[in-house]
């Protein structure tokens, strides 16, 4: 079965950097983009990055700049890595990939706290 584990979150000050992981099982990985999503508490769920199959890659205007998203086929892995944070980063931060047109998935998040 298809599973999405997200791992690397935690408590970083302002300015500083943290880099988060997803680690992708039950599908064949290198033939699908791969989005990270978060959701601050009251706010709706939105879309940080996505990176296609081929490695192009696309950003919130929030994160641009900051926020870089890759991928490691070899081991079925994508990471988000976060510079410059601002508390207004705050959320936990959900993998996804959409398969067979259709079917998301998602991890069970990661919290990503951004304080002083």
């Known amino acids: 079965q298809v599973q999405l584990v997200e791992s690397g979150g935690g408590l970083v000050q302002p300015g500083g950097s943290l880099r988060i992981s997803c680690a992708a099982s039950?599908?064949?990985?290198?033939?699908?983009?791969m989005s990270w999503y978060r959701q601050a508490p009251g706010k709706e769920r939105e879309r940080v990055a996505t990176?296609?199959?081929?490695?192009?890659?696309n950003y919130a205007d929030s994160v641009k700049g900051r926020f870089t998203i890759s991928r490691d086929n070899a081991k079925n892995t994508v990471y988000l890595q976060m510079n410059s944070l601002e508390p207004e980063d705050t959320a936990v931060y959900y993998c996804?990939?959409?398969?067979?047109?259709?079917?998301?998935?998602w991890g069970q998040g990661t919290q990503v706290t951004v304080s002083s």
């Open positions: 996804n990939t959409r398969l067979f047109g259709q079917t998301d998935y």
């Open positions: 039950g599908f064949t990985f290198r033939l699908y983009a």
């Open positions: 990176i296609s199959s081929a490695g192009n890659t």
